[in-house]
T-cell receptor, first 113, second 116 residues
């Protein structure tokens, strides 16, 4: 079975500081990995995805993530936080030939002025 | 395109009452999903469908039923609501596995359900 673990349920950063959200995965086959963002009272929006191409993946709103097989990680980063980045972020995993996602528990990001 | 829409946005039920949540998508997607979101637990898959007339159980199917009579609609039913079903429900859709972005699930805005 595949799964992801998000380390840290809450992250607080200052505006302009680095945002780092951690996600580790467990999978017996090459995984597809995703980061979704959920703004308050809204649905989930895809930030970026890894589907076995380039290991450094760039997404929307200045976010990027690096797939590291040796560390079974897919951490999400943004060099400079903006107030609008305050949201909940979910890491998710799927098998490459499957159609079901398994989500992590989520990390809530707050941005301090 | 409206994408994925959900009806209603909010609902309050009493224990034992029944209701149906409607999900509609206008992207001609084959696959549709129902999730529930609870604090600290992420999203958990309730039921899904890989095409019109098909349904399958997900991770937490008990207490729910679904139907996919039309390709664009996926209904989630609660026959006898329980307080444990208080949650935010999300619908999603996607194309079958393949290249060119077909692996992305698109989510609706959610339905917030409270069972008293």
């Amino acid at each position: 079975a595949q799964s992801v673990t998000q380390l840290g349920s809450h992250v607080s950063v200052s505006e302009g500081a680095l945002v780092l959200l951690r996600c580790n995965y467990s999978s017996s086959v090459p995984p597809y990995l995703f980061w979704y963002v959920q703004y308050p009272n809204q649905g989930l929006q895809l930030l970026l995805k890894y589907t076995s191409a380039a290991t450094l993946v760039k997404g929307i709103n200045g976010f990027e993530a690096e797939f590291k097989k040796s560390e079974t990680s897919f951490h999400l980063t943004k060099p400079s936080a903006h107030m609008s980045d305050a949201a909940e972020y979910f890491c998710a995993i799927a098998r490459s030939n499957d159609y079901k996602l398994s989500f992590g528990a989520g990390t809530t990001v707050t941005v301090r002025a | 395109n409206a994408g994925v829409t959900q009806t209603p946005k909010f609902r309050v039920l009493k224990t034992g009452q029944s209701m149906t949540l409607l999900c509609a998508q206008d992207m001609n997607h084959e696959y549709m999903y129902w999730y529930r979101q609870d604090p600290g637990m992420g999203l958990r898959l309730i039921h899904y469908s890989v095409g019109e007339g098909t349904t399958a159980k997900g991770e937490v199917p008990d207490g729910y039923n679904v139907s996919r009579l039309k390709k664009q609609n996926f209904l989630l039913g609660l026959e006898s609501a329980a307080p444990s079903q208080t949650s935010v429900y999300f619908c999603a859709s996607r194309q079958p596995p393949g290249g060119g972005g077909r692996d992305t699930q698109y989510f609706g805005p959610g339905t917030r359900l409270t069972v008293l």
